[in-house]
């Protein structure tokens, strides 16, 4: 029967009206005197009683036409025994995904987000499976659809009991790919009969704040299917509002910059760029940015005031505490905020690794004309990494005792072949070597014992094995410019836009022509407008050779002089010294195997919670811990910041209406008004039986039948009666 059933059958109650209707008794008219019948004597009147039923049958008639046509709108049908049999609910699987991210930290949310999805529990049915997963950015079982199908019935109590145990994390949120994987676990647990068809409905309900940092579009790569429906249980905070900051890093500031103004936005040792965002709904606008130790004390009463309209960001620059060691890690705090979950950044610039870099040149040469010279005077050094240069002669023994192996090297072309062998097996490790020809060179083959320079195919040949080598002297009365620039390499990506590709400044006097090298192999990065190869690369191991077939130096071109030299030199530095990911360690990320340095064993650990962590290094394994208080820094341990993810800070409530465009059935109604038209059309079955029996058929006909014999005899009672005359 349908949910209205009991207000149609309350509809019977119509039928007092006709039982009403033949209590009243009709008044006689006033009677009006005629001449004819002035001196007759009137006779009494023969009074009725008012409460007295006239036309019982008509009543009768009148009351069965009401009760059937009531009867008919209820749409009754009878069970057999067999049929309740059949009729048994079959129940169905409700899996509640509660969303434990940071955001849900926030005052009132998490209770909220308990006490609805206690709510949605209490809805359920005796044969509903109950199960509980929780909902970070990736999804964890608590209470597992195969758990809460083995015992139905204890299926509320288990899941109550389990939720009490819960509590939000640091973590961030992923709502999509929780809803694809918790349609997955569905489809790998189906409850079907024999005839494959489906008995158990599902639905999925989601308590969360819903807030933007979660990612939708992992489930546009599936198709959702239509009977299955989403429920959103949203949870509020107690005061609307949020705001947060963020450490800038020099990625970020470069996406927000153009690249001629980015050297003015680059954090330095002391001073970091700040971003700071408040939320849409934000009701104040005014904060402040302190600096406090590890342990969460100020430093000092210096504040930087930041105003924020609501919905906005501003970056704003903040001076680090002068009397600090760089090496220390310290937070940043933003006051004004009413929730507190995400208004500290843990920030820690690393202890700087020295690194060798050397030159091989010769001695001999002057100053100006040698690569020496120039190569020093470009700012490789990272945040983290100090470039120490050394000049070597080819002759000279490249690692004194003790020394580490060098990071970088840059060889003129006075490298003979057995400081060349002596390199290939560094190269071979990861050395990156830039070898710059910067001397005339003679075809001689072979070379003689005092030939300056010494042959500089050989070297190549050592290296590669590729007997077909051969380079030449160029000759040219004209100087040459760059062309054919592999815009899309990393030595030239700096200058992809239009406005920092022009190289018609750089001239070149002179270059040499290699020929004989296999195209497959080198990758040529720039070409002369003669068509000669000017800077090419291969790899050698886990190294790479890159060769450029022109000195720097004034006397062999203008390269040295020009504004595009240093961004050259430091992203050919940077191809065998990657800049590391510094301050941008998360919670809910693992420990890489390049942040655990050489000799320490990865312990594969996630980061639970914000703030400084240690690494100390023993020879057996490596540990990683939170530290409360500012730890010595030496050779055996280091710090990393960890800090709360970026899309855990965007707090403004999506629209639900999001979900329908990747045709998910969203339901927002009231939960309790959910489950009662569900349960409603719940049984297929005894709908079914109401279509086979056609109850409502017969009871339509039972009116027409009784509405007709009402007719007839209402006819007949109305007949004029001929009254009787009188004599006078």
């Not at 940092?213 to 949020?242: A, F, H, M, R």
Request: aromatic share 8%; hydrophobic share 40%.
């Amino acid at each position: 029967m349908s949910f209205l059933t009991p207000l149609y059958l309350l509809a019977g109650l119509a039928v007092l009206a006709p039982i009403l209707a033949h209590l009243v008794r009709k008044r006689p008219r006033d009677v009006i005197d005629f001449s004819s019948i002035l001196f007759l004597e009137p006779s009494a009147r023969r009074l009725a009683s008012r409460s007295r039923i006239e036309h019982w049958l008509l009543l009768f008639l009148r009351s069965l036409i009401l009760l059937a046509l009531a009867f008919a709108f209820a749409r009754p049908y009878l069970k057999t025994s067999v049929q309740q049999t059949a009729t048994v609910d079959p129940g169905k699987d409700r899996v509640l995904l509660i969303d434990a991210s940071a955001s849900m930290r926030r005052p009132g949310v998490w209770e909220q987000a308990i006490a609805n999805a206690k709510e949605y529990f209490s809805q359920s049915g005796q044969a509903d499976s109950l199960a509980v997963y929780l909902l970070t950015d990736r999804l964890e079982p608590i209470v597992s659809i195969e758990q809460s199908r083995q015992a139905p019935g204890q299926s509320r109590a288990l899941a109550n009991e389990a939720l009490d145990a819960l509590s939000p994390t640091w973590f961030a949120s992923d709502i999509g790919k929780g809803l694809v994987q918790a349609l997955d676990l569905l489809a790998d647990e189906p409850l079907e009969t024999e005839q494959g068809q489906s008995v158990r409905s599902a639905q999925i309900a989601i308590a969360s704040d819903f807030q933007q940092g979660n990612s939708l579009e992992t489930l546009g790569s599936i198709q959702w299917p239509s009977d299955i429906p989403v429920i959103p249980l949203v949870c509020k905070p107690k005061s609307p509002g949020n705001a947060s900051l963020t450490i800038l890093s020099n990625a970020d500031q470069a996406d927000q910059a153009d690249q001629e103004q980015q050297a003015d936005q680059e954090s330095t040792e002391d001073t970091l760029r700040v971003a700071v965002r408040n939320s849409i709904d934000a009701p104040t606008d005014r904060f402040q940015l302190q600096w406090l130790d590890s342990n969460g004390l100020a430093f000092d009463s210096t504040k930087t005031e930041v105003y924020v309209p609501a919905g906005q960001q501003q970056i704003v620059s903040v001076t680090r505490p002068l009397e600090l060691d760089p090496s220390v890690p310290i937070v940043l705090e933003l006051q004004g905020d009413e929730q507190p979950f995400d208004n500290r950044q843990y920030f820690y610039r690393g202890k700087k690794l020295l690194a060798r870099a050397l030159c091989i040149d010769s001695r001999l040469r002057d100053s100006k004309d040698s690569l020496w010279y120039f190569a020093t005077r470009v700012p490789v050094s990272q945040p983290r990494l100090e470039v120490q240069w050394e000049q070597k002669d080819p002759n000279d023994s490249l690692v004194e005792q003790g020394q580490s192996p060098p990071r970088w090297v840059v060889a003129s072309s006075d490298l003979n072949l057995p400081c060349a062998e002596r390199l290939k097996p560094w190269i071979e490790q990861g050395l990156h070597v830039l070898w710059v020809l910067d001397r005339p060179v003679e075809n001689r083959n072979p070379p003689t014992a005092d030939q300056q320079p010494a042959d500089v195919a050989l070297v190549l040949k050592s290296w590669f094995d590729e007997d077909s080598i051969a380079i030449f002297e160029a000759e040219s009365n004209r100087y040459h410019l760059l062309q054919e620039i592999d815009m899309n390499h990393p030595v030239f990506s700096p200058f992809a836009d239009p406005k920092f590709n022009n190289f018609t400044k750089i001239r070149f006097w002179h270059h040499r022509n290699i020929q004989g090298f296999d195209p497959e192999s080198w990758r040529v990065l720039a070409k002369f407008d003669d068509g000669q190869a000017a800077l090419l690369q291969r790899p050698l191991g886990k190294g790479l050779v890159t060769l450029l077939t022109s000195g720097w130096q004034p006397i062999e071109s203008q390269l040295a002089l020009s504004s595009k030299f240093v961004p050259i030199l430091n992203s050919l530095f940077e191809l065998g010294n990657p800049r590391p990911e510094q301050d941008d360690y998360h919670c809910g990320d693992a420990i890489s195997v390049s942040l655990i340095r050489q000799g320490w064993k990865s312990t594969n650990r996630r980061f639970d919670a914000p703030g400084i962590f240690s690494l100390e290094s023993s020879r057996k394994k490596a540990s990683v811990e939170p530290i409360e208080s500012v730890l010595p820094i030496n050779e055996q341990t280091d710090a990393i910041a960890v800090n709360l993810p970026r899309s855990e800070c965007l707090t403004d409530p999506i629209d639900l209406e999001e979900f329908s465009r990747f045709g998910i059935p969203i339901d927002t109604r009231n939960i309790v008004q959910i489950d009662r038209e569900r349960t409603s059309r719940a049984n297929p079955l005894g709908e079914q039986l109401e279509a086979s029996q056609r109850g409502w058929w017969w009871m339509l006909l039972f009116v027409l039948l009784f509405a007709g014999f009402e007719s007839v005899v209402t006819a007949l009672g109305s007949r004029t009666r001929t009254i009787p005359s009188t004599g006078g």
